[in-house]
């Protein structure tokens, strides 16, 4: 069974543009959600998704925003880039929201 | 608000001898999941166990069990016969059971090395 896959592993954005990460759970979850980790902040929830709606935002600009589709991939956008931005951007899924989440890679953003 | 203290930004362990991490939470709710999880370098998370607070028996798994003081709201990890490959940042994290509240709250983490 594959795990949860999260697009790109890597990424170099300049300030002021915008970026979508993409991530794929694992089959049959239809919980997703997204974290950001920064050695200062540590691991901050920013939304979860289940079932095409968001079910909880964390204390995050407007800037950040998600999506999910009928099939469970989730998207999130990231619009106007600041140097604060740069993190790793981990996805998890589960089956339902009170079951076990699984963790993707994570996608590396460099913002210079 | 929930909050997942975690006091020990390092700690290290001899190969084969036993670690415990310490974490602290804050909350009002009576129910809620406790997770320990594990961030080797690959930066992947994985969960290494989970608690129900309705619980009152410790989980354990293979070789780490924790030691969950509801009252003291307190969550310990136990790592016993540590090996190399348990080196990695240990994070408690906190989830409620309500609906409205189902994000994962995690701690700063813990450091942990094993020496050979």
């Known amino acids: 069974k594959a795990g949860v896959t999260q697009t790109p592993r890597y990424l170099i954005k300049t300030r002021g543009q915008q970026v979508t990460l993409s991530c794929s759970p694992i089959s049959g979850h239809r919980s997703v959600s997204w974290y950001q980790q920064t050695p200062g902040q540590g691991l901050q929830f920013l939304f979860e998704?289940?079932?095409?709606?968001?079910?909880n935002k964390g204390n995050f600009p407007g800037r950040f925003s998600g999506r999910q589709f009928s099939n469970s991939r989730s998207e999130m956008n990231v619009s106007t880039l600041e140097l604060g931005d740069s993190a790793l951007y981990l996805c998890a899924s589960s089956v339902d929201i009170d079951t076990e989440a699984f963790f993707g890679q994570g996608t590396r953003l460099t913002v210079v | 608000a929930q909050t997942v203290t975690q006091s020990q930004p390092e700690m290290s362990v001899q190969e084969a001898e036993t670690v415990t991490l310490s974490c602290t939470y804050d909350?009002?709710?009576?129910?809620?999941?406790l997770f320990w999880y594990k961030q080797p370098p690959s930066r992947q998370m994985i969960l290494v166990i989970r608690q129900e607070a309705y619980k009152q028996q410790n989980a354990t798994e293979n070789r780490f069990s924790v030691n969950f003081q509801k009252a003291a709201k307190s969550f310990s990890l136990k790592i016993s016969d540590s090996q190399l490959g348990d080196a990695a940042m240990y994070f408690c994290a906190y989830r409620s059971w309500k609906t409205s509240y189902d994000k994962v709250i995690f701690g700063p983490g813990t450091s942990l090395s094993v020496i050979p």
């Open positions: 998704y289940f079932s095409e709606t968001q079910r």
């Open positions: 909350t009002s709710e009576s129910d809620y999941y």
